[in-house]
Each structure stands twice: as structure tokens, then as C-alpha cells.
């Protein structure tokens, strides 16, 4: 191994390979491995940051060492990291080189490269650790909080986010700085990462004392939200789907009679003549211009949906096709998806693609007063997720493929801002890391209507902000739902009640029975897509709505309260639904606790996720806690039980 220091920078060499390590940002370090010519230049995930690095050679290799963090590099060329003197991550290497007392003769490489053309196969292989936790890595439709011991896709589906960062309770924060496909097993035996496409291995790690600490740090080199809007923090108002004008109309209206606020009011799929024309179908929507301006007199804001797909039909599809604007193919067909039509999808990592379709969003929506986005499909959707047959303007999926939806967000964020919007928020079906910066509100896809799904989307919503993803939000009562199940409305009430102690309230869903008659006959057109049942407030009986009204209020009272925590956020990356122990880290209890959050700092909110349930168990962490629906005061630490009757979801104010 030969070793050479510039500028705070260790680089070492060994045969065709090549490793850098160097200082990005505070208590951080970055990691990168070839066996190119040279490394590819791409920040990829992080932003550029400074190098306060020092590295230095020893008797027995050489360190690195930025802050808090120390990388130690053996004669040999492994790797060992340390938050001070305290040993958080080595590399696993199984073969003859080095001082290595385990089964050498496996000859398995912590860092192997595997040759396709131009490009490499990787894996990266470190030491496991007995009785770690690990949290975040985004969004995985599963129950588990703490993934140690999961196996994780590294790919973007319908209701699956790959954002490749995790946290860990022996205090660091590990990024994979890879777009492309690949997974991760984080195993008893030793964690695996693989990139199945890349130009180098390339991942950042940082030391820190606490969770806040280690969030601070990566969120300061990936990027923060915005500031959220104010007009914003109440309740959106959303169905599969409103077809028409005067329907998004006269929903708002009657909120507005039963003098119930609303904040959003969002216009779903297919109000388009053809996919891809990203305009309204002027039979069911004569004046959008008018219909908004009434909206916004009602002190409503209007979201419309904006899907990727281009329908060979589309007014578009030849101009796109002519410029090289969609997703390629490597084979046969160009087809991507073939939900409701024949299509393709523009690519969102092209930036002239971009461009195109914000200048077609200005024109035909913008101009209107709608500026809120709903960008659905954004993984994107594939109709088979065959990442090896599709290619962008920047590479093969299989090594690109996870930014799309941060480069789709970030399209309409730079449009809406080069157009001098302040207070923007668009909904995204998928992120990546750095989405956060592009004002991206993270919804959880379409999943089921029922309390094993809305259970999984709680460790969903903590793990997305633990990867730095802090505006999230789920289905209120999940997506594919029958309102004849008799548990239905059980089921929507305990779900507005946690989504009432989210970033955002959101009613949206598809509830059956598909029994309204379509508007057309036609096969395309804004008559042509079905509809489902009813989903405001008011559509599930008095007793329901009494029940939504009361935490529609309670969230309403603490609006101050609640941007102030979206204000934290943007300050220095804290979630805004948070695990126990991000605000409790020296409280081992909360290291173990998957069943009840934090709502910002002060409020402890215990979902009710089982049907049926009449009680349940509240650990209150140290302190003195209030229960906000009697007042009466506890001092933890200590576990109580609390009777949960249809109204009622345990929530406790920390007194200060």
C-alpha cells in the first residue's frame, strides 16, 4: 500500500486500486474507491463542503482525522473508524493480507469491484457489531423501527423510498453516496452494501454525541427544507378523484358552510385530455382561473397532479421524442408504463426535459394561481421495475436510477422559484437523498386500508426522518379502502388521529365500491377515469366527524407550536415526527420503543394501532408530562396505561 497526503487529503494505492479519504464537513468523512483512472468528479447526494481534515502517515499506515471522527488505515489498506477513542465502524475483510485473525483463506474483500465495460460492479462489507440499532435508510412498508438484521432494496417503488442513510445508536451516521440499484443487508455476521452499476464506490460517514447531533451534520451536507408554508399546516382535503370544476367547488364550499377550515384542496389524476399534455380537459374544467380565484377567497389553496407518463397520443409525445426528452429503453419498445394508456416517461435527469415540462406546467397551470404540485409516479413507475432495460440522459438506471424523484422535485422547485414563489410545497411519491432542499412533501404510495399497514407506516414516517426527509405524510385512512368493511371507520378515525401529530393532515384514498358512473364514454378524456366514494369529513356520519373535528381543532391550536417545529427542521435537519430517543438518547428505554413518537420536542403521541384496542401501554420518559385531554400531570420516568375509547388517542405534553 502506498500512501500520499495533500491538503488534509490520504490517498492510497494498491495495484489498480485506489481510496481517497478526505474531510466533508464537520466531524465527517468521505470515502471513495476505484479502479479507474481516476474518481468521476460527482458530489452525487452530498453538497460541496470544506476539508478541515488532518491526515498524517504512522508506523503503521496512516489516519485521518476530522473533528470528532478518525479514520485509521493499515499498512494493508483497511479501514477502522473512531468517534474519538471510541471504535464505531471497521471494514470486514476475510483473506491473507494483513494482520487478520479470521478465516483467511474465504479470501472476501471489504471493498470488491467487479468489471461491466466501463463501468463496475461493488461491494462494500463491514464489521457487524453485537447489540447495534440502526435507523432511517427511508421508507420500507414494514413494521420494523430498529432494521438491524433487515434485508433493504436500494431501488424507488410505489410506497418504497430508498434514501441510503442510516443512524446508529453507537453514535454515527453512515451515507451510501450511490444513486444507483443495489441493497444493503445489515447482518448479524457483518453488513453488506451493493451497487450493481457505478464508477467507485463512494459512501460518508460522521461522529456524533447524540441523534440531533449526527442529523445536524449530514442534513448540513445533503440540504434542509424551505421554510414550510403557513397556509399550509391544515388540513388538505383530497380523493380518487374530483372530476370536475364544480366538484372541487362545491366540496370547499361546504366546508366552508360547516365552517370547517381547510388549508388545501387537491385535484387528483386524470383531469387531462391525454397523459403527458399536463393541461386540464376544457369540457370539465372551463375556467381553472376563475375556479381558483373563488378558492383562494375561501382561503383555499389548489394542488393538482402532475404525472410524468407521456401518452403516445399526447399533443407532446412528438416534440418530446424528437428531442430526446423521455426515458430510454434498451431494448425493444419504449414503453415505461401502461397503466390507462401507452406510455413513456420524460426524463427528470435531463435537464432540458425539465425545462420543457415546468415551461408546459407554467403555461397551463401556473398562470391559472395553481402552485402547488402533486407528483405522483415519481419513482418513477415502471409497469415491470426491470432497472437494467431503462437508460437516462446521465447513465443506465441501474446507476442513476434512484435521483429521479429528487431531480424531478427539483425541476418545479427552480421553476416555482425562478417565478418568485416563497411558500412552496409539492407532494412526491418518492424521494432521494437531498430531496428535503426541493421542498418535497413525501406522501408513503398507495397502500392498504388497514391497521397492519397504518402500523407499518409509522416506522415509515420515523425511519424518513431519520434519513433527513422531514416532511412526510401517509393516506389518512390508506389508500385502497371498501367504506362497507365494518371496521372502515374505526380504522379512518385511529388514522386521522396519528395524522393529525403529523407534518401534514391529509384525507385522500380510493374508497370503494367503484359503483358512480363514469362521466364518458370515451377511453380518454377528464370523463373517462372512474371515481370513488365520498371522503370529506362529513362522509362517514355525525359520530365520525365529531371525532375528526376535535383533532382537526386540536391540531389547529397548535398551529404556533407546529411551525415552530417545521422551523426547526430547517434550522439544523430534526425530523418533525420523531423517534423516543432522538429527543430521550440517554434513556436506553427509548432506544427500544416502536409504538409511540415525538410530535416536535413536546409532545409524546401514542397511536392507537390495533383494531379493536381499548387500552394500551405510555412509557412517559424523565420529566413531567401532561395528558392533554384530562390535564392530569405524570412523572415519568414511568409506564401508565390508558384507556383508548374511539376518541381518544394518548397524547402528552412535556411540561417545561
Not at 414550510?228 to 370547499?252: D, H, I, M, S
Not at 373535528?549 to 397548535?558: A, E, F, G, V
Not at 432522538?582 to 413536546?602: A, S, T, V
Amino acid at each position: 500500500m502506498i500512501f500520499s497526503i495533500e491538503d488534509g487529503t490520504l490517498t492510497c494505492r494498491d495495484g489498480n486500486e485506489t481510496v481517497r479519504i478526505e474531510g466533508w464537513g464537520r466531524d465527517a468523512l468521505r470515502v471513495r474507491a476505484t479502479k479507474n483512472a481516476g474518481f468521476s468528479g460527482l458530489d452525487k447526494g452530498l453538497e460541496p463542503a470544506e476539508n478541515g481534515a488532518r491526515a498524517e502517515l504512522t508506523s503503521t499506515g496512516a489516519s485521518v482525522e476530522n473533528g470528532r471522527i478518525r479514520c485509521v488505515v493499515s499498512g494493508s489498506g483497511w479501514m477502522e473508524f473512531f468517534s474519538g477513542d471510541k471504535p464505531i465502524l471497521k471494514e470486514y475483510y476475510r483473506d491473507f493480507r494483513g494482520a487478520n485473525p479470521h478465516s483467511p483463506s474465504l479470501k472476501l474483500s471489504a471493498r470488491e469491484f467487479r468489471g461491466h465495460g466501463a463501468d463496475w460492479e461493488v461491494t462494500a462489507r463491514f464489521e457487524a457489531r453485537a447489540g447495534e440499532k440502526i435507523f432511517g435508510m427511508g421508507q420500507y412498508q414494514q413494521p420494523n423501527l430498529d432494521l438491524k438484521g433487515c434485508v433493504l432494496e436500494l431501488a424507488q417503488r410505489n410506497s418504497q423510498v430508498s434514501v441510503p442513510f442510516y443512524l446508529s445508536d453507537l453514535g454515527y451516521g453512515f451515507l451510501w453516496n450511490n444513486p444507483g440499484i443495489g441493497s444493503v443487508v445489515f447482518g448479524a455476521n457483518y453488513t453488506q452494501w451493493h451497487g450493481a452499476m457505478t464508477d467507485e464506490l463512494d459512501y460518508w460517514i460522521c461522529a456524533g454525541e447524540t441523534p440531533k447531533e449526527i442529523l445536524e451534520r449530514y442534513t448540513a451536507v445533503t440540504g434542509r427544507a424551505p421554510e414550510f408554508p403557513e397556509n399550509a399546516l391544515g388540513l388538505w382535503q383530497c380523493k380518487l378523484r374530483y372530476r370536475t370544476q364544480e366538484e372541487v367547488l362545491e366540496v370547499a364550499r361546504e366546508y366552508k358552510r360547516r365552517g370547517i377550515p381547510l388549508d388545501v384542496i387537491v385535484i387528483d389524476f386524470f383531469h387531462w385530455v391525454r397523459q403527458g399534455d399536463w393541461s386540464f380537459d376544457p369540457v370539465y374544467w372551463p375556467d381553472p382561473a376563475a375556479m381558483v380565484r373563488e378558492l383562494r377567497d375561501m382561503g383555499v389553496r389548489c394542488m393538482v397532479s402532475v404525472w410524468p407518463t407521456v401518452d403516445r397520443k399526447s399533443v407532446n409525445f412528438r416534440e418530446m421524442l424528437e428531442r430526446g426528452l423521455f426515458v430510454r429503453t434498451e431494448r425493444g419498445s419504449i414503453q415505461c408504463f401502461d397503466f390507462q394508456g401507452d406510455t413513456v416517461i420524460y426524463d427528470a435527469l435531463n435537464p432540458e426535459a425539465r425545462a420543457f415540462i415546468w415551461e408546459k406546467i407554467r403555461e397551463n397551470y401556473y398562470r391559472d394561481g395553481i402552485d402547488m404540485f402533486w407528483l405522483d409516479e415519481a419513482e418513477p413507475e415502471y409497469s415491470a421495475y426491470d432497472h437494467d432495460h431503462f437508460r437516462h440522459f446521465t447513465g443506465p438506471a441501474l446507476k442513476v436510477g434512484n435521483a429521479y424523484p429528487r431531480e424531478h422535485a427539483r425541476g418545479f422547485f427552480e421553476g416555482q422559484t425562478r417565478e418568485g414563489q416563497r411558500d412552496i410545497v409539492n407532494l412526491l411519491r418518492s424521494a432521494w437523498v437531498g430531496s428535503q432542499k426541493y421542498a418535497a412533501l413525501v406522501w408513503s404510495g398507495d397502500i392498504l386500508s388497514n391497521f397492519d399497514s397504518l402500523r407499518d407506516q409509522l416506522s415509515a414516517g420515523l425511519n424518513m426522518g431519520l434519513a433527513g426527509i422531514p416532511w412526510w405524510v401517509t393516506d389518512t385512512g390508506g389508500f385502497f379502502g371498501d367504506v362497507r368493511d365494518p371496521h372502515f371507520n374505526e380504522l379512518l378515525v385511529r388514522w386521522f388521529q396519528f395524522s393529525s401529530f403529523c407534518p401534514v393532515l391529509r384525507m385522500h384514498g380510493d374508497r370503494g365500491p367503484h359503483d358512480i358512473p363514469r362521466l364518458s364514454e370515451l377511453d380518454y378524456g377528464g370523463g373517462f377515469s372512474e371515481t370513488g366514494r365520498p371522503n370529506e369529513l362529513w362522509s362517514y356520519g355525525e359520530e365520525v366527524l365529531a371525532i375528526l373535528r376535535k383533532y382537526l381543532d386540536l391540531r389547529l391550536s397548535l398551529r404556533g407550536y407546529i411551525r415552530s417545529v417545521f422551523d426547526e427542521a430547517s434550522r439544523n435537519g430534526s425530523p418533525i415526527i420523531r423517534t423516543m430517543f432522538y429527543e430521550f438518547p440517554e434513556d436506553r428505554r427509548c432506544w427500544e420503543l416502536d409504538d409511540q413518537y415525538m410530535f416536535g420536542p413536546d409532545y409524546l403521541v401514542a397511536p392507537v394501532l390495533v383494531q379493536g384496542q381499548t387500552e394500551r401501554e405510555v412509557y412517559l420518559p424523565a420529566g413531567t408530562w401532561e395528558d392533554i385531554h384530562t390535564g392530569r400531570s405524570f412523572t415519568g420516568p414511568a409506564t401508565v396505561t390508558r384507556a383508548v375509547p374511539l376518541e381518544i388517542m394518548p397524547v402528552y405534553r412535556r411540561v417545561r
